[in-house]
C-alpha cells in the first residue's frame, strides 16, 4: 500500500460512518493562531476532531535554537493519537482549508510514528469538500481512546548539523518548499535573514496543485522531482521549508509520484538561520 494516499470528498462523504474512521481538522493560519480552532468550533466535518500546529503537532519552540515548528516530543504525541481514537488499524483522514501543507504535517508525523495505512490527505480540502456540496457540523465526536503505538523513525529526520555535513556532497538533493521569491532572498515576510540553505534547489509546495486546489496526477509529480533529482537516488532526498510543515507537503506529493519516504530537515531555515557560522545563499 502506498504511504501518500488521497481521499476525495465524494469517498469521504461516503465513509463517515465507518466504524475506526478518524477524521482530524488540521486548520491553522500562521498569521493568526487562533483561526483553526476558531474554524472548527464554527463548522468542520462531521466526526471530525481539531489538530492544532502548535499544540499538537509542534513542540515547544526555543528562540534562537530551533525552528519555529520543532517536531513534538515523540512520546507527547502518541498520548495525543490515542486521545484521537487511533488504533494501528484506524483509517485516519486529514484535511485543512485546502493547500494541504497542515494536513501533510500529521501525515508526515503519522509516519515518522509508523502509522503509514490507512492515512489520507482530503484532496482539496475543505474548499472541496464545500464544492462538492456536503456540509458542516458544529457537533463534536464522542471518542473511545486509541491504543497506537510506535517508534520515531530517525531515518527521516535530519538535524542541522547532520545536513550541514552533507551539503556539497554529490548524491545529495535538497528541496526548499517556499516561494521562489523567499527562497531567492528577494522577500522574507517572517524570519530575520533572506535567503536559501546552499546548494538546495527551489520546489515552491503550490507548484504540487492544480488550479483547483487538487494534487496533480502521480505522473505529472514524478516529472517534476525527476527534474530536480537529475538521475540522484531518491534515496538522499531531503526536504525543508521555512518552518519544517510545508516541505511534508513536498513529501506528501513525493509519495503520491511512487518515490520512498524522503527526509525532513524539520527545524528548516528558520532554525538554520539561528547559527550564523551556518551558510546563505541567495538568487537561483
Known amino acids: 500500500m502506498p504511504v501518500a494516499q488521497l481521499i476525495s470528498p465524494q469517498a469521504l462523504n461516503e465513509r463517515q460512518a465507518h466504524p475506526g474512521l478518524v477524521i482530524l481538522d488540521c486548520r491553522f493560519a500562521l498569521e493568526d493562531p487562533d483561526y483553526g480552532h476558531s474554524s472548527y468550533v464554527e463548522g468542520h466535518i462531521a466526526g471530525a476532531q481539531f489538530a492544532d500546529l502548535k499544540r499538537h503537532l509542534s513542540g515547544p519552540m526555543i528562540k534562537g535554537v530551533t525552528g519555529r515548528h520543532p517536531l ?29 501543507a497542515f494536513a501533510a504535517r500529521a501525515w508526515w508525523l503519522l509516519a515518522w510514528l509508523g502509522k503509514r495505512d490507512g492515512v489520507f490527505i482530503l484532496d482539496g480540502g475543505l474548499k472541496a469538500w464545500h464544492a462538492a456540496g456536503f456540509k458542516l457540523t458544529t457537533d463534536e465526536p ?14 527521516l529526520v535530519l538535524s542541522a548539523e547532520q545536513l550541514q555535513a ?6 545529495l538533493t535538497l528541496i526548499d518548499a517556499r516561494a521562489k521569491p523567499r527562497f531567492r532572498g528577494e522577500v522574507e515576510p517572517i524570519d530575520p535573514i533572506a535567503g536559501h540553505i546552499p546548494g538546495a534547489q527551489c520546489a515552491a509546495f503550490n507548484e504540487n496543485l492544480d488550479s ?3 494534487f496533480l496526477p502521480a505522473e505529472q ?5 525527476a527534474e530536480q533529482l537529475a538521475g540522484r537516488s531518491p534515496d538522499e532526498l531531503v526536504a525543508y521549508c ?12 513525493l509519495g503520491l509520484a511512487g518515490y520512498p519516504l524522503g527526509k525532513l530537515y524539520a527545524g528548516s531555515w528558520s532554525e538554520w538561520i539561528n547559527d550564523p557560522a551556518r551558510g546563505v545563499a541567495t538568487g537561483d
Open 72 to 100: 513534538p516530543e515523540p512520546s507527547a504525541l502518541l498520548e495525543q493519537l490515542r486521545v484521537w481514537g487511533i488504533n494501528k488499524d484506524s483509517d485516519v483522514v486529514l484535511y485543512d482549508d485546502g493547500p494541504g
Open 142 to 155: 464522542d471518542v473511545v481512546p486509541g491504543t497506537f503505538d510506535g517508534q520515531p523513525d530517525s531515518h
Open 166 to 171: 552533507r551539503l556539497g556532497q554529490p548524491g
Open 212 to 214: 483547483s486546489g487538487r
Open 221 to 225: 509529480l514524478k516529472q517534476r522531482f
Open 242 to 253: 521555512g518552518s519544517g510543515v510545508t516541505a511534508c507537503h513536498n513529501l506528501f506529493a
